[in-house]
C-alpha cells in the first residue's frame, strides 16, 4: 500500500455554503479505518498572498488592521488574496502597492504553505520584497489600515512574544530570520 495514496473514500457530497470567496462543501466518506462520517471542506476561491519587504538597513512593514473573523487586531506583512489562474506575484505586487505604497524591483519567492489543511484548501505564496520605493497606497474599501515601518529584529519580536499571531506573517519572520542567520540574505 502507497502511504501517500488518498485512503478516504468520499460517497456523496453537497455544497452547504457558497459566495465570491469562498465554499463550503460537506462530504459523506468513508474514513481510513472503514468507518462512516462526514468531512466538511472550505474552498477557497483565491491563493492567500504576502509579502515581507526588506529595505538596506532591514526594516520591514507591517500593516494592522482589525479581523472580523477572530473578532481582534492583527499586526500582518501585507497580504491578501490573488486570482487562481493569473501569476501569483501579479497579486503580491498589487497587495504591497495596495496596503503600503511601496514598489519593489526586487521579488524573490519565499514560502508555499497550507494554511488550515484540516479543513480549507487555502494555499498560502510569501514572497521577499528588496528594493523599495514610496508611492501612494491604494486601500480597498474594507480597508482600514495602519502601516508601520519597523526594524526586522522588532517585528520578529514581536513574533516570539505572541504579538503578531497571524500565520503567514509568524512563518514568514522565522524563514527571514533563518535566512539572515545562515548568511542568505544581507
Known amino acids: 500500500m502507497n502511504p501517500e495514496s488518498n485512503p478516504w473514500k468520499i460517497v456523496t457530497s453537497k455544497q452547504v455554503y457558497d459566495n465570491p470567496w469562498i465554499g463550503l462543501t460537506e462530504f459523506d466518506v468513508i474514513n481510513p479505518s472503514g468507518g ?15 509579502v515581507v519587504v526588506l529595505d538596506d538597513s532591514l526594516n520591514t512593514w507591517l500593516v494592522g488592521q482589525f479581523r472580523f473573523p477572530i473578532d481582534q487586531y492583527s499586526w500582518e506583512i501585507p497580504e491578501g488574496g490573488g486570482l487562481i489562474g493569473v501569476d501569483p506575484l501579479v497579486g503580491a505586487k498589487r497587495e504591497l502597492l495596495e496596503e503600503t505604497g511601496l514598489v519593489a524591483a526586487n521579488w524573490e519567492p519565499l514560502l508555499t504553505m497550507h494554511l488550515s489543511n484540516s479543513v480549507s484548501d487555502e494555499l498560502a505564496l510569501i514572497y521577499l520584497a528588496t528594493n523599495v520605493t514610496q508611492e501612494m497606497a491604494e486601500p480597498e474599501e474594507t480597508e482600514q ?16 512574544d505572541g504579538i503578531i499571531t497571524d500565520s503567514i506573517t509568524v512563518a514568514a519572520i522565522y524563514k527571514i530570520k533563518i535566512l539572515l542567520l545562515q548568511g542568505k540574505l544581507k
Not at 495602519?146 to 526586522?152: A, E, G, S
Open 145 to 160: 489600515l495602519q502601516i508601520q515601518k519597523l526594524p526586522f529584529d522588532k517585528v520578529f519580536d514581536m513574533v516570539e
Open 36 to 50: 462512516k462520517g462526514i468531512y466538511g471542506k472550505v474552498h477557497f476561491k483565491n491563493r492567500a498572498i504576502g
